[in-house]
């Protein structure tokens, strides 16, 4: 009976050591948005909130973004392990040196639009020329810029970039401060509410400028080190956005939840546009989140004229932890 008691208690004893190390086995991971939270970001609050990560093995913290570029910089060097970016500005760091995998696309069109006021005279972004573009000195537009003003047929140097903060774009462009703005396509319903017939809109893609969009990157060290976590994250993200596709009331309630002073209907509606761009033939047909080799070569081929330094963009993404077998719904 003694040996038998003995035996309990280090079975017991066993047990409770695999428990605490599988809960320390918990992947620590520092993932920076693109932005600060907002409706596009609802499937990885649902996600956390479900405990889906937790699950998975993963310790996630959500990091508030200041921009493509920023959230591009800092996965790059390794400050964040995972980020959430706009392709082009992804491939601006990578030139300079970032080591930077794409490993979950999730706006299969591009988000960027040019933004006026009818009244000012400008018809086309033809008009452009000669005008003055407000927005941030990060803001991903900019890099896009010289292959959107080539197509368009006007100089990459024939306008003024004027700096101003993302939530005076609005403002400025009201005042005549500035003449164009640049912004995604998922809170086009604020600048059409708040300029109503006098707005003039162009989307990027309209002339041919039509990358991948914001994508899932994983620093390229963190990523060979820790290959079962990244598989885990893709699987869990890729599941809460199929999920909030079909059924996004409880993905905004807890993006609302998470981020005191959001509203509801306003992210709804932000979602309802994400979908628009997360909706391509891939997306449907082949896999939500898989990125198509030859559409991203030809979104790297838009942008690399301008790079400091080229690179081989087959080794900077990657399908494998992508599931084929959940597609965007139709």
């Known amino acids: 009976m003694r040996t ?27 993932f920076i948005l693109n932005w600060i939270a907002g409706g596009d970001h609802a499937p990885y609050y649902y996600a956390q909130k479900m405990g889906w990560y937790k699950d998975a093995g993963i310790d996630l913290n959500i990091e508030q973004g200041k921009g493509s570029s920023l959230s591009a910089q800092r996965t790059g060097i390794g400050k964040n392990e995972i980020g ?25 069109n591009s988000p960027y639009g040019f933004y006026w006021l009818k009244s000012s005279g400008i018809k086309t972004p033809k008009d452009f020329a000669g005008k003055k573009i407000g927005n941030p000195p990060w803001d991903a537009a900019r890099q896009m810029w010289p292959a959107f003003a080539a197509n368009v047929g006007i100089g990459k140097d024939s306008v ?6 993302p939530n005076a ?3 400025a462009l ?37 990358p991948y969009g914001n994508s899932i ?14 598989a885990s994250f893709v699987k869990v993200t890729q599941k809460a956005f199929h999920a909030c596709a079909g059924n996004s009331g409880p993905c905004i309630a807890a993006l609302v939840e ?21 909706t391509d033939k891939t997306s449907t047909t082949v896999g939500l989140g898989y990125m198509d080799e030859a559409r ?14 080229g690179f081989d963009m087959k080794k900077h993404f990657t399908n494998e932890f992508i599931n084929t077998a959940v597609k965007m719904p139709k």
């Open 160 to 165: 003024k970039w004027v700096n101003i903060k």
């Open 84 to 108: 959430l970016a706009d392709l082009p500005p992804v491939f601006v760091s990578i030139a300079k040196g970032a080591e930077t995998v794409a490993v979950y696309n999730v706006y299969a």
């Open 258 to 278: 998470a981020n005191k002073g959001l509203k509801v209907d306003n992210e709804t509606t932000n979602w309802n546009l994400v979908k628009e761009l997360m």
């Open 296 to 309: 991203m070569a030809k979104s790297y081929k838009i942008f690399e004229p301008y790079l400091s330094k």
């Open 217 to 230: 990157i994983v620093n390229g060290k963190f990523l060979k080190a820790n290959k079962g976590a990244v």
């Open 169 to 171: 774009k609005l403002s």
């Open 4 to 30: 038998y008691g003995r035996f309990l208690a280090v079975f017991a004893a066993l047990i409770g050591f695999t428990v605490a190390g599988s809960a320390q086995a918990a992947t620590k991971i520092n």
């Open 174 to 210: 009201k005042s005549g401060a500035i003449d164009v703005t640049t912004s995604f396509y998922n809170i086009h319903h604020i600048f059409k509410r708040l300029l109503g017939d006098d707005m003039g809109f162009s989307p990027g893609k309209e002339y041919g400028v039509n």
